[in-house]
């Protein structure tokens, strides 16, 4: 299996540190907000890899952090006039319920940057007691230039990076010995969240929080590192200036980047009103069938997503749908008893189509190759399947599909259609919980119709529902 790894920009053949076990830290979102379609594309594609690396036999410690501290944070609940934990933990709750809809399984362990706190200041005392940060005025600053390997990642010069930081002054900048130092602790202001340190009453820096997340609830040193590209320089740069100088290892063997997504070719942005959220989507689409544009592309190449191409993704996940429905409704009035000897035959070609799943997910997890793959199985079983078929030969035909659907994290069991009186007297049921103020019960409901494929919209004029 072959990784392509950001630090060396070339494919590897993956080794992990301890035999059968991989340590995996991937950089988790900052909640003040819901998730966008951008910060899905990530969370899909290594819970992929995760997926695959399980498949392989592999037992992996999946780690992704909350960031919930954090400017952004501090100023939303300002402007609500909040506290910034009300903020991070509404929308804890609220992007978990998004990366069940996309089939993200849970991590391992989902940190919490404020519950890490004791932590950050352990691991920046140790970069002022071995020389590599400085503490003033109750700021503490990281030396960059001490860190001999500085830009491995990113490929940056440091004395490139000094000549455009020249003409930028930033307050308090001044007090820097570098102008390339960039900020493991700061002093606290009016009314934002702090913690007890020895240089201040503050908060940690961005950078310092994944260094001590990934050691403690991986090791020193890890197998993979991975996030969005956007994050190579300066968060992955200054994670492993940190984790290396503190902890003296090489503190992640491969780095993985996702590209950019693009909106209609252009940037995702507020400005040019094409911002989605997770949630927006979900009111259009089956969030299984956002998960299959995603891995439609290889996570190294920038992904355009568009309304047609969302239209592609839906009716190429029907297909394998509709495939597995069909064989499901063979397998109920199959005759039992063992395959016949053409049906194992049968069974015995598929390996074809099963090795060039794998050798697409081994040359660097490319989940577009695997998907034809997943298609040719599916065009098999339609041609190959009659109700003159044994239960046992169409029961491993449906395992056939979902072993390889399971992998992709996509789920092809359709959901089982509810009558639309039904979803009236839940309507009816939400309403009153919200009459009585039993809120709880109201996103319950909202979520178990959502969980059915129904969307509901509340308007004016009362509740409009659709199925997705």
């Known amino acids: 299996m072959k990784i392509y790894n950001t630090l060396t920009k070339k494919k590897e053949e993956f080794e992990p540190l301890e035999k059968n076990k991989v340590k995996m830290y991937v950089c988790g979102p900052t909640v003040y907000n819901l998730i966008h379609i951008g910060n899905a594309r990530p969370m899909i594609c290594f819970d992929t890899v995760r997926r695959y690396l399980e498949y392989k036999g592999y037992e992996v410690n999946y780690v992704s952090n909350f960031t919930d501290v954090d400017d952004k944070i501090i100023k939303k609940a300002n402007e609500e006039g909040v506290s910034a934990e009300e903020i991070s933990t509404r929308y804890i709750a609220e992007c978990k319920k998004d990366m069940e809809g996309m089939n993200i399984k849970p991590a391992t362990t989902h940190p919490l940057a404020t519950q890490e706190i004791g932590g950050m200041i352990d691991m920046i005392q140790t970069l002022i007691d071995k020389g590599y940060a400085y503490n003033v005025n109750g700021t503490v600053y990281y030396r960059t230039r001490k860190f001999e390997g500085y830009g491995k990642l990113s490929k940056k010069n440091i004395d490139d990076l000094e000549a455009g930081h020249r003409d930028i002054k930033v307050a308090g900048e001044d007090e820097k010995e570098d102008p390339l130092d960039f900020v493991l602790w700061k002093p606290k202001k009016e009314g934002e969240p702090s913690w007890p340190s020895p240089w201040s009453d503050g908060r940690p820096g961005w950078h310092i929080e994944c260094s001590v997340m990934a050691k403690k609830y991986l090791a020193d040193e890890i197998d993979i590192h991975a996030g969005g590209e956007d994050l190579i320089f300066p968060h992955h740069e200054n994670e492993i200036a940190q984790s290396e100088a503190a902890?003296?290892?090489?503190?992640?063997?491969?780095?993985?980047?996702?590209?950019?997504?693009?909106?209609?070719?252009?940037?995702?942005?507020?400005?040019?009103?094409?911002?989605?959220?997770?949630?927006?989507?979900?009111?259009?689409?089956?969030?299984?069938?956002?998960?299959?544009?995603?891995?439609?592309?290889?996570?190294?190449?920038?992904?355009?997503?568009?309304?047609?191409?969302?239209?592609?993704?839906?009716?190429?996940?029907?297909?394998?749908?509709?495939?597995?429905?069909?064989?499901?409704?063979?397998?109920?009035?199959?005759?039992?008893?063992?395959?016949?000897?053409?049906?194992?035959?049968?069974?015995?070609?598929?390996?074809?189509?099963?090795?060039?799943?794998?050798?697409?997910?081994?040359?660097?997890?490319?989940?577009?190759?695997?998907?034809?793959?997943?298609?040719?199985?599916?065009?098999?079983?339609?041609?190959?399947?009659?109700?003159?078929?044994?239960?046992?030969?169409?029961?491993?035909?449906?395992?056939?599909?979902?072993?390889?659907?399971?992998?992709?994290?996509?789920?092809?069991?359709?959901?089982?259609?509810?009558?639309?009186?039904?979803?009236?007297?839940?309507?009816?049921?939400?309403?009153?919980?919200?009459?009585?103020?039993?809120?709880?019960?109201?996103?319950?409901?909202?979520?178990?119709?959502?969980?059915?494929?129904?969307?509901?919209?509340?308007?004016?004029?009362?509740?409009?529902?659709?199925?997705?």
Do not use: C
């Not at 992640?252 to 590209?259: D, E, G, L, Q």
């Open 247 to 468: 902890n003296g290892v090489q503190f992640a063997k491969y780095w993985m980047h996702n590209a950019f997504l693009n909106i209609d070719n252009k940037k995702m942005s507020k400005s040019l009103g094409n911002f989605f959220t997770v949630r927006d989507i979900s009111k259009e689409y089956d969030l299984q069938v956002l998960r299959f544009f995603m891995l439609s592309a290889h996570y190294r190449n920038p992904i355009n997503f568009s309304h047609d191409l969302m239209e592609s993704a839906k009716n190429g996940l029907e297909r394998i749908v509709t495939a597995v429905a069909n064989l499901k409704h063979l397998s109920e009035n199959a005759k039992e008893g063992s395959m016949a000897a053409d049906e194992a035959e049968k069974i015995a070609s598929l390996k074809e189509m099963y090795d060039k799943f794998e050798q697409a997910m081994d040359d660097d997890f490319n989940t577009a190759d695997a998907i034809s793959a997943v298609f040719e199985i599916v065009k098999f079983a339609n041609s190959n399947s009659s109700a003159e078929n044994t239960k046992e030969y169409i029961d491993t035909l449906i395992k056939k599909i979902t072993t390889l659907t399971d992998v992709l994290g996509l789920k092809v069991e359709k959901k089982e259609e509810i009558l639309d009186e039904d979803i009236e007297k839940l309507i009816a049921e939400r309403q009153q919980a919200r009459k009585d103020r039993n809120f709880a019960r109201a996103d319950e409901i909202r979520d178990e119709l959502l969980a059915k494929g129904i969307v509901l919209e509340d308007t004016r004029e009362g509740v409009r529902w659709k199925r997705a």
